[in-house]
């Protein structure tokens, strides 16, 4: 148990202004605030009057408690005879509590004991035994003052709490006004804000309303477009197959013989009209894609034999010198729902373009499964296609302008890539591509493996 720095003990009226003078003092020279000191002394001299009139009095003990931080100040105010926290309080539950720290009544060896107590602040000075045995011995050597200099001591406490609370009144007052004044701003603000979000809104709204305009005029020219490349790609496969077939009719042996000129003229017009067919024929498949007219044919596909076609058909494409088609057989069971003839042009379309573009190394076709999705990769050796045109390429009719087709594999007409993206999503999947100048192109399909409806 700590030692006491101070005991008093209190008889009559009188001492309840010294008790409260004396633990202003202990408090002060312990290192709390003012304003703590005036806490801890008017919650004492309250449980010391309440103490009074129940029994006539009681014991006071000051106490340093803690040895290190945070230490407190703590008071024990002991009744001679055990008392009821009802005697204490009159039914109020200790508002005295409040000013404190901790407040706690107890009951032990028939006396009752109310015990209260305060932290030191921070900047207080540690209370070492050498500092507590000079503290008691100034508190010894110093006498309490009358209840005259309490009370106009407590005089001057309350004027300085009351020029506090006039101060804070002050301060309160002048926050308010800036407050309102703060209010008046907001809702003018606010006013101003709401005006302008519904200026804002008004032609947002009328922004919208142009833009379903705009969407449906260009809905119509796209469907004005898709007509108008049906049929003139309908209207031309006619005349052009016939081009076709009388400039083979002028060539074929049986006929009248031609001049080597000649003969080169018309297989100059055999060629130009068989570009034209080409042209025409993309067209209409274009158009068909884009009107909605295709309608896939769902069945289960087997790569491998989608894989041995493509290899036979395209293998004499690939006849030039330092270069070479690589087809690489999936491993089976290369089972895919899709549409047999679609997927075919599209895989077609991308060894056609690796073949055109290519003029050493190889074209490889290759398939793998991958988490329920088939990936078909058709990679080259050619001249690679620039990062910041990778989406073009898919737009119809652009050529990438560097990109020189190898001599012999004919020119094309920027719309293939549209068509087989087309395609592919009508299966279902994606085409990407990715690609550096003068690292070669890989473009990769991925499909479900059950696709369809």
């Known amino acids: 148990m700590p030692r006491s720095l ?22 002060a020279a312990l290192g709390l605030e003012e304003q703590d ?42 009744s001679p005879v055990p008392l009821t926290q009802a005697d204490l309080t009159r039914g109020d539950p200790l508002p005295v509590g409040r000013l404190v720290d901790t407040l706690s009544v107890s009951h032990a060896d028939a006396v009752t004991v109310v015990t209260m107590s305060r932290r030191l602040p921070p900047s207080a000075a540690r209370l070492t035994p050498e500092r507590l045995d000079a503290l008691r011995a100034e508190l010894a050597a110093t006498s ?33 006004a ?11 603000l606010y006013g101003q804000l709401s005006e302008e979000l519904e200026e804002t809104n008004r032609g947002v ?22 007509r108008f490349l049906a049929n003139a790609s309908h209207e031309l496969r006619a005349p052009v197959t016939a081009i076709i077939g009388l400039a083979r009719l002028l060539a074929d042996a049986s006929s009248d013989p031609l001049t080597a000129e000649q003969l080169r003229q018309v297989e100059l017009i055999r060629g130009s009209a068989t570009d034209l067919l080409g042209l025409v024929n993309d067209l209409l498949d274009l158009a068909k894609a884009e009107s909605g007219r295709i309608e896939p044919s769902w069945e289960d596909v087997d790569l491998c034999a989608v894989f041995g076609q493509l290899r036979g058909t395209l293998r004499a494409l690939a006849s030039r010198p330092q270069f070479e088609l690589v087809v690489e057989e999936p491993e089976p069971p290369a089972l895919i729902r899709s549409d047999e003839v679609l997927l075919s042009r599209v895989l077609r379309n991308l060894l056609h373009n690796g073949l055109k573009f290519t003029e050493r190394g190889e074209v490889r076709m290759r398939a793998r499964l991958d988490d329920g999705r088939w990936e ?12 910041e045109l990778h989406e073009r390429i898919f737009e119809e009719f652009y050529q990438v302008p560097s990109a020189t087709p190898v001599p012999g594999a004919g020119t094309g007409t920027g ?22 100048p003068g690292r070669g192109s890989t473009f990769t399909v991925r499909l479900p493996v059950r696709g369809g409806p």
């Open 144 to 176: 309490p003052g009358s209840p005259l200099d309490e009370l106009a001591a407590q005089n001057q406490q309350l004027i300085a709490a009351l020029d506090e609370v006039r101060s804070q009144r002050d301060e309160l007052a002048r926050l308010n």
């Open 415 to 436: 719309l293939g890539l549209p068509y087989a993206r087309r395609l592919v999503t009508l299966l279902g999947g994606s085409l990407t591509v990715s690609s550096e």
């Open 6 to 27: 101070l005991t008093m003990t209190i008889r009559q009226a009188h001492d309840i202004f010294v008790v409260r003078q004396r633990g202003r003092e202990v408090a």
């Open 376 to 387: 078909l990769s058709v990679s080259d050796t050619g001249v690679g296609i620039p990062p």
């Open 37 to 78: 000191q005036i806490r801890i002394a008017t919650a004492l001299s309250e449980v010391a009057r309440q103490m009074l009139a129940a029994v006539g009095g009681a014991e006071v003990s000051f106490q340093a408690v803690g040895r290190h931080a945070p230490q407190s100040l703590q008071v024990d105010v002991v």
């Open 178 to 188: 800036e407050l309102q004044e703060t209010n008046r701003g907001v809702l003018a």
């Open 205 to 226: 709204v009328a922004l919208y309303a142009e833009l379903d305009e705009k969407s449906a005029q260009l809905r119509g020219a796209n469907e004005a477009k898709t």
